[in-house]
């Protein structure tokens, strides 16, 4: 792609009216996030038919699924924050470097995964929280999923390369289409062909594949602004560790998002499967929710960095009041949504197990309480980490499901028993609001200084 087709992209980014400019790069996002949702709530709801331990097994090996998430958002969001502002400094080559490192990384890395977790798969599952009833029907359900590790790691960094350059349509593109595909094959992998729990992973692996195919696609028929090519990877250490420095807020969230998920379950067990499938039903529950407020988050992203590295602060300030005000909206909604219809949500997966419902229905009802507050945690670290500062977006990343979650987990349920484990997410999200402010005060009277120096000159 020419200089001049990142020159009119540049262009773009930094004159069209925020407002319209982060709701045409969001809604493709929100769509993608959704839809990738839907199809992890698919295999639960699809699961679930199989039993309480087979529902319990779909949340052990989400933990897995969430660490290839975390290396692959990590190289994703990394690669992507530094091409946003590359491409609004206008420095092309650079970018093409970035992306190219990015994905090849996220390659090599999943074919790690893969041989390590196959070897060693149940100590792996077991140590992930499944219990003995829960083991076998793991088992079955990460072997596929640890086949596709490296397919799954370097999707998201196509995914986040196409949003950097702000082509989230066909972005949207490729992750939609393999969730549909994954919501169809579902139920014909497990019940027409009578595969079980294996069907359900066999479907997830089949639809990455298809969206990975999708995604590379744009990439060699120069849809995308940026060439990939093993040529253009940089094998020098500062730019790998740029990609990682800038992803760690990343990788920080969703390895931190996978062990809270792992002392969860671990904690749960003790209460029996019924607990671990509830708190799981929840989980998928919230990150449908959550999808739409991090994939709104996810439109401004790009914004931020064109504006932020093209020195346009007036816009990056636009940009966040915009967004904030927005998702605190939308997240308000569904909050009281959420607490209203928790029992027949959670009815959808419980195949009559009153004990599943009674405890998710608390649960989800407690985490609504605080999800009014969720978004500001949410902004604050993505915008951060798109205009490179990864200190302060790597700590805040940190203390959703980390520095509050991981103390809680341990303490509250010692004090409150089953209620401590459902209260530990919502407190935490307390916590990490009220933590954002002096983060946020410094970072606007930065940005104010620099825009009162802008208009001296």
Known sequence: MSGQATLSQVEKMTTQPI???????????????????IYNMADTFFVSRLGTSATGA??????????????????????????????????????????????????????ALTVFGLIFIDPLMASLGATKTILPYAR?????????????????????VLRSEGKATL????????????IVLDPIFIFTFHLGIAGAAIATILSQIISFLILLGCFLTHKSLLHLSFRNISWKWKDLSAIIKTGLPSFFRQGLASIATVMLNVNAAVYGDAAVAAMSVVGKVFMLILSVLIGFGQGYQPVVGFNYGAGCYKRVKQSFTFTTIVSFVMMGILAVAGFIFAPQVIQLFTKADAQVLEIGTYAMRAQCLALFIQPLGVIANMTFQSIGKPAEATFLSACRQGVFFLPLILILPQLWQLRG??????????????????????????LNQKIVKQEGE
């Open 421 to 446: 484990v459902e209260l530990t997410q919502p407190l935490a999200d307390v916590l990490t609001f009220v933590v954002c402010f002096p983060f946020l005060f410094k970072f606007f009277n930065d």
């Open 19 to 37: 407002p319209k400019l982060i709701t045409t790069l969001a809604v493709p996002t929100i769509i993608s996030m959704l839809i990738t949702s």
């Open 171 to 182: 972005a949207m593109v490729g992750i939609t289409a393999g969730g549909l595909l994954n």
């Open 58 to 111: 779909v949340g052990i090996v989400f933990s897995l699924m969430a660490i290839i998430q975390a290396v692959g958002f990590t190289l994703g969001i990394g690669s992507g924050s530094l091409i946003s502002r590359l491409l609004g400094a206008r420095e092309h080559e650079e970018a093409e470097k970035i992306a190219s490192t990015g994905f090849f990384a996220a390659i090599a890395f999943g074919l």
């Open 140 to 160: 079955d359900y990460a072997k596929y999923i640890l086949l596709g590790a490296a397919i799954m790691s370097s999707s998201f960094v196509l995914n986040n």
